[in-house]
């Protein structure tokens, strides 16, 4: 199982980005995906995570600027992400819970996202 992420970039303040994270392998189910941020000399967080049955959850900070989707045809998980503030720079990570021959998180290699005018 490898998971993708892409679509990050440079972008302006208020400006948006659309990330992916496309979860490629033998899956028999993909299960909950979360997207998580990392910037120098914090801990990785958790901004979004969408579960298999479609249950949601936000961090404060983003909730209501940020949307998680997936399209479970192409095994991908997707991050709308607008009103892009500077606080939201950092690598975007995306993290899956995948059936394949057992169960286990699986982390992308991450993506980065730079939010300055």
């Known amino acids: 199982v490898q998971l993708q992420a892409s679509g990050g970039g440079l972008v302006r303040p208020g400006g948006s980005l659309r990330l992916s994270c496309a979860v490629n392998?033998?899956?028999?189910?993909?299960?909950?995906v979360g997207w998580y941020r990392q910037t120098p000399g914090k801990q990785r967080e958790l901004v979004a995570a969408?579960?298999?049955?479609?249950?949601?959850t936000y961090a404060d900070s983003v909730r209501g600027r940020f949307t998680i989707s997936r399209d479970n045809a192409k095994n991908t998980v997707y991050l709308h992400m607008n009103s892009l503030k500077p606080d939201d720079t950092g690598v975007y990570y995306c993290n899956a819970l995948v059936d394949d021959y057992g169960r286990g998180y699986y982390w992308g290699q991450g993506t980065d996202v730079t939010v300055s005018s």
């Open positions: 392998g033998t899956i028999f189910r993909l299960n909950a």
């Open positions: 969408i579960t298999g049955r479609d249950s949601i």
